[in-house]
């Protein structure tokens, strides 16, 4: 088991905690699908109840770190240089609809650079994290990024883009272009996940337009921490633009390439 930093300790304690709340929520989602007023507002509340778990236990054990959160916005701390980057619930629909695959995303920020995360998928109880220049690791165990070169054996995550969003001609050509030449496409629901298990090598890369600095940024430290490459698509660096394609060392480069519509 390798040793965990105070502040690994920290985030990982929060998440733990956290989840509890969530996993008992989700229990709750089987029986309120089939209520007539469903469940949505069911949900709103069980993200906005973790938030509030993660910010309560960050803000003991840190008192002067701000935040950026999904639900409650920015709050500034007392200490400018240092904040956390939180997701409480990433995968809000798949939660919604009883599917198990969720997680708590919480980043430490430092000077503007992620430099610790922490992703936790509660019903499986897998614990990622990494902290920049100490790797990155699952449940313990050190993880790499897959070592796969070629194209055509290698399993890509994304997401897809749904109503309201832009941009859905430039993403159908980016999965043209990408279900044309590898072993397959999956698209999941959260994208800390798809971060995640990039890191762990489970697929050779994930791109997604769109998103927020709260779904990518432990997934950053994560993907970096396990070898691997993350950057922007179209240039605007990715906190900024939400656009994000993560992959291993190999693979980064053509697929960038084949994302921006340009042969690899
Ligand atoms: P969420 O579950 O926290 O909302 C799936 O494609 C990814 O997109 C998830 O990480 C999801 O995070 C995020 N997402 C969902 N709705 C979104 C929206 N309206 N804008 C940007 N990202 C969104
Ligand atoms: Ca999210």
Do not use: C
Not at 206 to 231: K, M, N, Q, S, Y
Request: net charge neutral; no cysteine; glycine share 12%.
């Amino acid at each position: 088991m390798a040793q965990r930093s105070a502040l690994l300790n920290v985030m990982t304690a929060a998440a733990t905690k956290a989840a509890r709340g969530l996993v008992r929520d989700f229990g709750e989602i089987e029986n309120l699908q089939v209520s007539k007023k469903g469940p949505a507002d069911f949900v709103t509340t069980a993200d906005k109840k973790a938030e509030e778990v993660l910010v309560a236990g960050l803000t003991k054990a840190r008192p002067r770190f701000g935040f950026l959160l999904e639900e409650g916005g920015k709050i500034e701390g007392a200490d400018t240089s240092n904040r956390w980057i939180i997701d409480p619930l990433d995968g809000t629909t798949n939660f919604l609809h009883g599917i198990p695959h969720f997680s708590i995303s919480i980043a430490l920020e430092r000077d503007g650079e992620p430099v610790a995360g922490v992703i936790y998928e509660p019903i499986t109880d897998q614990m990622f994290w990494a902290e920049k220049g100490q790797g990155a690791y699952l449940n313990g165990r050190r993880i790499r990024v897959s070592a796969r070169r070629r194209l055509e054996e290698s399993l890509f995550a994304t997401g897809i883009p749904f109503a309201g969003k832009q941009d859905h001609d430039r993403f159908l050509s980016q999965l043209k272009a990408v279900m044309a030449v590898s072993a397959g496409v999956r698209r999941f629901g959260s994208a800390a996940l798809d971060l995640a298990y990039v890191a762990a090598g489970r697929y050779e890369g994930f791109w997604e337009i769109g998103l927020h600095p709260w779904d990518i940024a432990a997934g950053i430290v994560l993907v970096r921490e396990a070898g691997g490459f993350v950057t922007d698509i179209g240039g605007g660096g990715m906190m900024e633009s939400g656009e994000i394609l993560a992959a291993n060392d190999s693979l980064h480069g053509p697929l960038l390439k084949i994302l921006a519509g340009r042969s690899a």
